[in-house]
Each structure stands twice: as C-alpha cells, then as structure tokens.
C-alpha cells in the first residue's frame, strides 16, 4: 500500500509543480505584454545624425 499512496503523491507533486508553471508562464506573458512597445514605434524611422557629417 506504501507505493500506491507514494504514487498519489508524485502525481499531487507533479500537479502542484504544473500549476505554479501555468502561474509563472501567465505571469511572464502579462509582464511582458505590459512591457511591450507597439510595432508602430518600433517601425518609425529617425533620423540618424551620426552619418550626416555634423559635429
């Protein structure tokens, strides 16, 4: 009897491990989409002042 409740308890181990890696990942995502800048800004194009020649 020792190995099937051992075995319930892998699998209640498995199971608590599965859920925190759901939360962290779900925490990840709405990190980074908190983070995210909109492709729109990332697109823009500058101007860049090092290849003009002015000093």
Known sequence: M???ERG???NRAEQV???ERE???QRILEQAEAERIPAEETTRALP???W???R
């Open 48 to 50: 860049d002042r090092r």
């Open 8 to 10: 319930h308890g892998e």
């Open 2 to 4: 020792g190995s099937v």
């Open 52 to 54: 003009r020649g002015e």
């Open 17 to 19: 491990e599965a859920a």
């Open 23 to 25: 939360t962290a990942k």
